[in-house]
């Protein structure tokens, strides 16, 4: 699933839509498009060497300020999609994802999203974005408009 | 909601099919039963004046051990449908939990289950039901195939 | 649920946090604020008058073109809360809702957000709103800060 | 993911656990296995040479008629896990459908199932299971205790 792992600027994560997915509609579910998101930052996180489930071993979370999607054409059944995902701001206390939702071949941009995270300890405090976090991280803007 | 509050045998909870609980063959996804079923598991538990939020606050916890569920006729998005939930089974360390899945009008069942659960603490170790757990529970059978 | 029968400007659709719509950082998982926005949208269009399963009946469908949430403060499991949903904009070929996410005494936003629907027939084409929908809605702006 | 591409007797579909796929217990939510039963299903017709999106195709839809879980051990956030799906009845107009949830080693069966499907057309009637899918199909029995 790695796309372009010397780079480390962004990740492509494989989706294939679930049946559970869709709705009565015939298309894949709206609010299924932020679980993708979040299946594809976890993929980002484990491809930049620092899996998420290793942030929360020193007790450090980076629940979802606000999200957003753009959804510009359907995804069905069985589609197999790639959520691109890169990190396009690192600010003092948070983080912003931005998302590309792509066709089997990457040639049209399904949908396009973003979703900002605070750092906070186990007490719900903010707390800065580790300095680890931020030497791994290149941030790469994925536009609403062109695919790289 | 509350159907019997003096008997407290069983509770019918009120469930409205969310769009998002269909999928594409256009009628509610078959693990979606398995959430209706634990969200009228909550209003039995409420209803019986023991909340679940309390037992987790006195660090018991019900993961489930099985489920089951055999689906006789679809619901759809919109449809108003009623969870009946009674206790069905209380041994030294786990329960067990009946339910139909009812019309709005409640003459008709729509699919039938079961879940059984063992009583753990923060440690992951079962433990006995506790007395005051017992002591609220009456057992009460729900049949498969007929409605009270 | 009907709070505002007579004017019918905004409506509060009663959500109790269910334990799967939250997750291992211990509260209610992000996807799931858009879950509880559609089923407030379709409380209100039942509220208005007109449920969307008639819209479907006469072929015509809402596909979400946008979606927004902004997270103020978390929710838990079995937390009551209110989803406060209006018309904010009502265009030719689309219509804008939006939500607060209200705590059970209703003096705290907890989460603000919106979604943009087109109107489209099952060709999938772009249709007007039809003036039976513009004619039962009464426009009203929901504030990301203040509580009417 | 095709692990006995010659043997097509089961498939182990390979599954990393979402985040929103936990609840607050800290484990995944016991729902979701059914979503991960369905998901392996799919992949499952693929590996036959006969994705399920094809049946569709010619109007024919596998309904869940009982579904039914037994869960050992617990599975966490990022874990990655493997369901291994196998065809373990067919009948004239039925088919099941027996599961192992896996380790990622796969030595040890965290959880164990079934779901039993009738064949319908598009009409709700109840067809034979089409000869083409039963030729593809080998049955294998999927122990709830030992893994092949």
């Known amino acids: 699933m790695v796309e372009n792992a010397t ?24 609010a ?3 679980v993708w998101f979040e299946a594809s930052r976890s ?7 620092l899996p998420y489930t290793e942030l929360e ?7 979802v300020a606000d999200a957003y999607c753009k959804y510009n054409t359907s995804t069905s059944y069985d589609e ?27 040639d049209q941009i399904l949908a396009w999203g973003y979703t900002t995270h605070v750092f906070i300890d186990d007490k719900k405090q903010t ?6 976090v931020k030497a791994l991280v290149t941030l790469y803007e994925l536009s609403e408009k062109t695919i790289d």
Chains 1, 2, 3, 4 share one sequence.
Not at 82 to 101: E, G, L
């Open 7 to 30: 780079e480390k600027r962004f990740f492509d994560c494989e989706i294939r839509v679930r049946y559970g997915e869709t709705d009565c509609m015939g298309f894949s579910y709206y």
């Open 32 to 34: 299924n498009y932020f």
């Open 43 to 49: 993929e980002l996180f484990r491809h930049l060497g």
């Open 57 to 63: 071993k020193q007790k450090i979370y980076l629940p």
């Open 80 to 106: 197999r999609i790639f959520i691109r995902v890169a990190v396009t701001q690192c600010k003092m206390f948070s983080m912003k994802f931005s998302y590309q939702v792509l066709n089997e071949k990457k």
């Open 127 to 132: 707390v800065k974005v580790p300095a680890e």
